[in-house]
C-alpha cells in the first residue's frame, strides 16, 4: 500500500499544486475590438509573468456557449471561467495566471 502511495506522489508535477506548468488560457470572443484587446493584454500578461502557458482564441459561438459565456470577451485559465464581460487590466490577469 505504501507502494502506491509514492508511486502517486511521484506522479505529482514538481510544482505541486501551483498549476503553472502547460497552463492553458483561452480567450473567448467573435472577434470584436473588446475581444482583440483581451487577447493582447493576456499575451502580455504571459510574456511578462514568463509562464509557461498556451493561449488559444476561441471565436465559435458554439463553444463559447458550452463554457456557459453568454458576454464576451470572457477568460478562460485551465477549464475555469475566471472573466467575462469585460476587459480585465494587465494586472488583474497577472494575479490570476499566478496564483
Same mark, same amino acid.
Not at 508511486?7 to 498549476?19: H, Q, R, V
Not at 456557459?68 to 497577472?94: C, F, H, Q, W, Y
Given at each position: ?40 493584454? !493576456?499575451?502580455? /500578461?504571459?510574456?511578462?509573468? *514568463? ?6 482564441? #476561441?471565436?465559435? =459561438?458554439? $463553444? +463559447? ?5 453568454? !458576454?464576451?470577451? /470572457?477568460?478562460?485559465?485551465? *477549464? ?6 469585460? #476587459?480585465?487590466? =494587465?494586472? $488583474? +490577469? ?6
Amino acid at each position: 500500500m505504501n507502494d502506491n502511495n509514492k508511486n502517486a506522489e511521484s506522479k505529482k508535477s514538481p510544482l505541486g499544486d501551483l498549476g503553472v506548468a502547460n497552463m492553458e488560457i483561452k480567450v473567448l470572443g467573435p472577434g470584436c475590438p473588446k475581444c482583440k484587446t483581451l487577447e493582447k493584454v !493576456t499575451r502580455d /500578461a504571459i510574456a511578462e509573468t *514568463g509562464i509557461n502557458a498556451t493561449l488559444v482564441k #476561441v471565436e465559435d =459561438i458554439v $463553444e +463559447i456557449m458550452n463554457f456557459g459565456v453568454m !458576454t464576451t470577451p /470572457a477568460l478562460v485559465i485551465n *477549464g475555469k471561467v475566471v472573466v467575462k464581460g469585460r #476587459v480585465p487590466s =494587465i494586472d $488583474e +490577469i497577472k494575479s490570476l495566471i499566478t496564483q
